[in-house]
């Protein structure tokens, strides 16, 4: 009888980007942001990061925890208005055909330049 062993991956480790931590966040092959947090006591709390995958594509990595009612149809309520409310900041933030914005020239993770409306795609009448 012969000893089965795990099978190895390998993986060739990428270079750090400017903006991600640089520490046990990071693995071979996806690098992740210090996290980012909004911390409303006894509400809830969001936590933000930054993500490149071993693709190189980079995502937003949102993790929430709100506080729910002890009522259950306030609970529900307070659910599916979360819900909603993460449909709209999708749909918000999602990249677009044929919008297109400049390479960056700063490597952080967010910068702290205020948040401006990406260019629309105007009708031609």
């Given amino acids: ?4 062993t795990m099978r190895r991956h390998h993986r060739t480790a ?4 400017g903006w991600c931590a640089a520490d046990h966040r990071c693995n071979l092959a996806e690098h992740r942001s210090h996290d980012m947090v909004i911390d409303l006591p006894d509400h809830g709390r969001a936590v933000l990061t930054r993500v490149q995958g071993p693709d190189g594509r980079q995502h937003a990595e949102i993790r ?3 506080v729910l009612h002890t009522e259950d ?3 529900r309520w307070q659910l599916r208005t979360a819900l ?3 449909r709209q900041l999708l749909g918000h ?7 297109m ?3 960056a020239t700063r490597h952080t993770a967010i910068t702290t330049a205020p948040a401006t409306q990406p260019p629309t795609r105007r009708n031609a009448a």
């Fill in 1 to 4: 009888m012969t000893a089965r």
């Fill in 14 to 17: 990428t270079a750090h980007t």
């Fill in 64 to 66: 929430a925890r709100i």
């Fill in 73 to 75: 149809t306030a609970a």
């Fill in 84 to 86: 909603a409310g993460l």
């Fill in 93 to 99: 933030v999602a990249i677009r055909p044929g919008v």
């Fill in 101 to 103: 914005r400049t390479p």
